[in-house]
């Protein structure tokens, strides 16, 4: 089934995707965010492909709300989610930081996934207790023995709360810190070991269905700003707190505790 998803999500960046790379050519969405004669043609190709890689209902990112909602509702079984490109900002200004995301699911629980990097021709995949791999190679924690103070760190400014972000700014607790604007991308950069931290306010559902299986089979951890099992809550808003390792995890989560503790619990 892997080889199926993997050749189907190469296909769609191939004809669908890069040939419009950077034309120009979006409009904006209600919620004020980009969307690309891509994007469409994107998501379209996808329904049509999976259904050859495993028959199940199909939840895409530039379907409406509501329609998001009632498939996810009325889903009992299996469900694909997809993110024809995550980052189309970068997409449309011609910055080679975006993804196609898809992710096959039942009862909320991630069983495959696939991140694909169409500008650097990268694959991210995992299978529950497969292990998590990119282009082939397994993935698995870090053996750096860096303390947190010399952590590269993901963090999203934009989304989160106020107190978490001053805090950050006036009390840096890692050595540096980027943010390249594709959700689902900077899972696969943590669980490669790019980067050692993470934290984003608030993340959809495709953001995070595919990445976050990638980081858990590559042995990192994650949970939310208010709860320590990262599934507990709301599915189309959910937090971020992550590491690719349990002693960068730890360490992270008991410096945000220590300086938050009315946030982070």
């Given amino acids: 089934m892997m080889l199926k998803l993997k050749k189907a999500i190469e296909i769609v960046a191939k004809e669908e995707i890069m040939p419009r790379y950077a034309d120009g050519d979006f409009g904006i969405k209600s919620d004020g965010s980009l969307q690309t004669?891509?994007?469409l043609a994107a998501q379209k190709?996808?329904?049509?492909?999976?259904q050859d890689v495993c028959p199940?209902?199909?939840l895409g990112e530039e379907m409406t709300k509501k329609e998001q909602m009632r498939l996810?509702?009325?889903?009992?079984?299996?469900?694909?989610?997809?993110?024809?490109?995550?980052?189309?900002s970068n997409y449309v200004?011609?910055?080679?930081?975006?993804?196609?995301s898809v992710a096959l699911m039942k009862k909320g629980e991630t069983l495959l996934g696939a991140v694909y990097?169409?500008?650097?021709q990268e694959m991210f995949y995992a299978e529950k207790d497969g292990g998590a791999f990119l282009n082939g190679v397994k993935l698995s924690s870090p053996m750096k023995n860096r303390k947190l103070g010399q952590a590269m760190a993901q963090i999203d400014f934009k989304r989160?709360?106020?107190d978490i972000a001053s805090e950050l700014l006036a009390h840096t607790p890692y050595a540096s810190q980027r943010n390249f604007g594709a959700g689902a991308l900077e899972w696969c950069y943590l669980a490669s070991g790019r980067f050692d931290i993470y934290l984003h306010g608030s993340q959809k559902l495709w953001d995070?269905?595919?990445?976050?299986?990638?980081?858990?089979?590559?042995?990192?951890?994650a949970r939310t700003i208010d709860s320590e099992n990262f599934w507990d809550g709301e599915v189309w808003s959910k937090s971020v707190v992550a590491a690719n390792s349990a002693v960068m995890f730890e360490a992270w989560v008991d410096w945000l505790k220590a300086a938050l503790p009315q946030i982070i619990r």
């Fill in 37 to 39: 004669p891509a994007d």
């Fill in 45 to 50: 190709k996808l329904e049509e492909l999976l």
């Fill in 56 to 58: 199940a209902s199909f």
């Fill in 72 to 88: 996810w509702e009325s889903s009992r079984e299996l469900i694909w989610c997809v993110d024809p490109i995550d980052g189309t």
């Fill in 93 to 100: 200004n011609g910055i080679p930081y975006f993804a196609v």
């Fill in 117 to 120: 990097d169409p500008t650097r």
């Fill in 160 to 162: 989160l709360p106020k």
């Fill in 208 to 221: 995070y269905a595919a990445g976050s299986l990638i980081l858990a089979e590559s042995g990192g951890i």
